[in-house]
């Protein structure tokens, strides 16, 4: 930046002034989703609280939401490498829950409560509750909610066989289906970059067989949802080990066996509860050790993440996603088992700013659990989701039965997992790629004649018109999709410009003009701090002065 060089702690400095402006003047700012109206203090709560049966764990929200801190950080950090990103991210989050959350803080430590900070979505954990202390939070006027942590079961992939050996390299159908055999052939005749992909769900068998050469080691590993807190990778549900084997697995079942892995166990025992869930994205976002040691640049380049069916925090989930685009991480998640009705895609996989991926049979037809939308729930509803389909019934990959044991299993996760594999082939090709490009080229690559019409015509569009709420823009290609990533790169250095590959916008919903010119004015706001340097330290101070109060 000539002229105008700023060391890393001054730009965060300049940031949170930003950010600040945002929300001491933006006040109208809406995200795509809404928190649901609901009582302060949710009455199930009051209700177990009184029952006193087993210790019961909370959330409590606070008032200033992160998503405007991520959003404006996301238009102001494209200047900085990677590393410093999601450490300057990461700074200003804390710092954004600090300013909200102090007096709270104070209180609980005063009282000698055990509390957890999640700085990615400006909430705190407490672990086994009294009903004294839910009583006294409730007067703060920073807290919009306190809500118990619940645990949500859900129905684990459906196994269609019993543990088996696998005897070959043999590439495994799924493979074969979108050409992931040939695309892994064209990457090997080319440079490509390392690339980790992280794992969000049940953990991983880390010593499997196909998976035990691709694990990344120090900081690939945390144990959110059991609490013995393990020290390397387990899993035992058997999901997570099964989509981590689809994604980069040895012996023929990976799409890309060149990747590495980490991974985050959120889900135990059929179930998630949103404090896993966010503090494994927190652990993605800025991988740690068990002892707390930090290092950011251990982030994964994309993430197949598992998220629980309910409707609890909508914005904090939306918060998840923006702020792995602010800092570069693909996220890709399976579209739900809730098919085939219409309108069967729930949040967060709804969210435009995700790849949801529905499951298709081997006769390429939708799978008969596959949802399918229109998108709803996050105000989306004109969003063509599934975005687009893979092969998800009688998958066959890695199984937590033995270290050399395989299982069919079938599940969105299981086609999700196909798409997460392609995106880091192609990442390999390009790590600068953006979502919007991953997007595109995943879109671009896609094989639609083969596809049998299911008859549906959900939002009314016919399944056969594309793209369409069944089969999104048609089935993975792993080949074509890469050959396209490929094309475009070497299109840039032929010519030695700084090419880009084409970006697919994602239309945003039109805006009343009041809105439009909110946004304007924040715009300028924005500009008016990164103006000067003195101004930054000036509304910093205003800012803590007014939080203060």
């Known amino acids: ?60 929200s606070f008032s200033k939401s992160s998503l405007p801190v991520i959003n404006a950080f996301e238009s102001l950090s494209s200047t900085m490498n990677r590393t410093t990103k999601i450490t300057t991210l990461k700074s200003t989050l804390e710092l954004h829950s600090e300013s909200n959350q102090k007096n709270v803080r104070s209180y609980l430590s005063g009282a000698s409560v055990d509390f957890q900070i999640l700085w990615l979505t400006n909430q705190i954990y407490i672990k086994g509750v009294s009903s004294d202390t839910v009583n006294n939070l409730a007067p703060f006027e920073e807290v919009v909610s306190i809500e118990e942590d619940i645990k949500i079961p859900f129905e684990n992939p459906v196994s269609e066989s019993n543990p088996t050996t696998k005897q070959d390299n043999y590439h495994v159908r799924g493979v074969r289906w979108i050409e992931a055999d040939k695309a892994q052939e064209v990457l090997r005749s080319i440079n490509t970059t390392q690339i980790v992909v992280g794992i969000v769900d049940t953990g991983v068998k880390g010593t499997h067989e196909a998976l035990s050469n691709s694990y990344v080691g120090a900081f690939g590993w945390y144990d959110a949802a059991w609490y013995s807190m393990s020290r390397s990778p387990e899993d035992a549900d058997g999901p997570g080990t099964h989509v981590t084997g689809t994604i980069l697995g040895e012996n023929g079942v990976g799409v890309f066996p060149a990747a590495k892995w980490m991974a985050c166990r959120a889900c135990f025992n059929s179930s998630c509860s949103y404090f896993d869930i966010i503090t494994c994205s927190q652990f993605m976002i800025c991988p740690y050790l068990i002892n707390g040691t930090i290092d950011c640049s251990k982030a994964p380049h994309v993430v197949s993440q598992f998220f629980i069916y309910n409707r609890i925090f909508p914005e904090r989930f939306a918060a998840i996603i923006r702020a792995y685009h602010a800092i570069g991480i693909i996220p890709v998640l399976a579209g739900g088992d809730m098919g085939p009705s219409c309108g069967t895609v729930e949040i967060p996989e709804d969210h435009r700013y995700v790849i949801a991926v529905g499951a298709t049979t081997y006769n390429e037809s939708i799978a008969n659990f596959s949802s399918v939308g229109p998108a709803v729930g996050a105000g989306n509803g004109d969003d063509v989701k599934p975005d687009l389909v893979a092969p998800g019934m009688r998958i066959l990959s890695a199984d937590i039965e033995g270290d050399d044991n395989y299982i069919h299993l079938s599940g969105t996760r299981m086609a999700s997992s196909f798409v997460t594999g392609v995106v880091a082939m192609m990442l390999a090709v390009n790590p600068n790629l953006t979502f919007d490009q991953v997007r595109h080229y995943l879109l671009q690559g896609v094989d639609k004649d083969q596809l049998v019409s299911s008859g549906q015509s959900c939002g009314g569009i016919p399944d056969t018109e594309f793209p369409n709420h069944v089969f999104g823009y048609g089935r993975l290609n792993a080949l074509k999709s890469v050959n396209l990533v490929i094309s475009d790169k070497d299109k840039g250095e032929e010519d030695g410009s700084t090419l880009q590959p084409p970006v697919v916008i994602i239309e945003e919903k039109k805006s009343s003009i009041n809105t439009v010119v909110l946004a304007v004015v924040c715009s300028i706001a924005g500009i008016v701090v990164i103006g000067g340097l003195a101004g930054v330290f000036v509304m910093r101070k205003k800012f803590l002065k007014t939080s203060a109060k």
């Open 1 to 60: 930046m000539s002229g105008f060089a700023l060391k890393a702690e001054n730009f965060f400095l300049l940031f949170f002034a930003f950010s600040s402006i945002i929300e001491a003047n933006c006040t109208t700012y809406k995200s795509s989703t809404k928190l649901t109206p609901i009582p302060k203090i949710a009455t199930s709560l009051y209700s177990k609280l009184s029952k006193a049966e087993e210790p019961v764990n909370v959330i409590v």
